[in-house]
T-cell receptor, first 114, second 110 residues
Framework: EAQVTQNPRYLITVTGKKLTVTCSQN?????MSWYRQDPGLGLRQIYYSMNVEVTDKGDVPEGYKVSRKEKRNFPLILESPSPNQTSLYFC?????????????FGPGTRLTVL | GENVEQHPSTLSVQEGDSAVIKCTYS??????FPWYKQELGKRPQLIIDIRSNVGEKKDQRIAVTLNKTAKHFSLHITETQPEDSAVYFC?????????FGSGTRLQVQP
């Protein structure tokens, strides 16, 4: 089944404890991206990757890191999480870029930072 | 970067009525405008999109219009049904980035 998967789906952690949210797609998509969703603010792009080893900042990159060592995986790293990073996170992928390309979203990861 | 504004934030209609959601964007270089629907507890899914060289696109009860001069695009849902109840997001692309509006919660009252 063609899909985007994320792990974990739910995570409660404490301030400063490094964490990684994994994202994987099995559709051979070139483009992958991370978003955070907060009430009243919609979906905001954190980072995106046009291809392996090519990444760029979105609108809200502060406090996050990403890497794209393999085409199928695009992990999101929070080196020192803070309470303002409590949010619902979505990974998405598309065949090539964002123009004229449907974004396929993962199921989401709800993160709480205490 | 791009800035997308979406209105209204909430919309309540009676079943069978029409619903209209409006978005504006800031950068005239944006050239692709998708709309996503997010049901409660689910992931966003694409429902319709429009390219900058097209003024209107229709898919059954859903239509999108684009006014490039005004940098304005809208989603129209006709003959609304309870299953249309969801949060709808407009978006605009600029280069490799995708910027979403803040969302509209549509409630269709039976």
């Amino acid at each position: 089944e063609a899909q985007v998967t994320q792990n974990p789906r739910y995570l409660i952690t404490v301030t400063g404890k490094k964490l990684t949210v994994t994202c994987s797609q099995n559709m051979n998509h070139e483009y992958m991206s991370w978003y955070r969703q907060d009430p009243g603010l919609g979906l905001r792009q954190i980072y995106y990757s046009m291809n392996v080893e090519v990444t760029d900042k979105g609108d809200v990159p502060e406090g996050y890191k990403v890497s794209r060592k393999e085409k199928r995986n695009f992990p999101l790293i929070l080196e020192s999480p803070s309470p303002n990073q409590t949010s619902l996170y979505f990974c998405a992928s598309s065949l090539q870029g964002v123009d004229y390309n449907e974004q396929f979203f993962g199921p989401g990861t709800r993160l709480t930072v205490l | 970067g791009e800035n997308v504004e979406q209105h209204p934030s909430t919309l309540s209609v009676q079943e069978g009525d029409s619903a209209v959601i409006k978005c504006t964007y800031s950068d005239s270089a944006s050239n692709y405008f998708p709309w996503y629907k997010q049901e409660l507890g689910k992931r966003p899914q694409l429902i319709i999109d429009i390219r900058s060289n097209v003024g209107e696109k229709k898919d059954q009860r859903i239509a999108v219009t684009l006014n490039k001069t005004a940098k304005h695009f809208s989603l129209h849902i006709t003959e609304t049904q309870p299953e249309d109840s969801a949060v709808y997001f407009c978006a605009a692309t600029l280069g490799w980035a995708l910027t979403f509006g803040s969302g509209t919660r549509l409630q269709v009252q039976p």
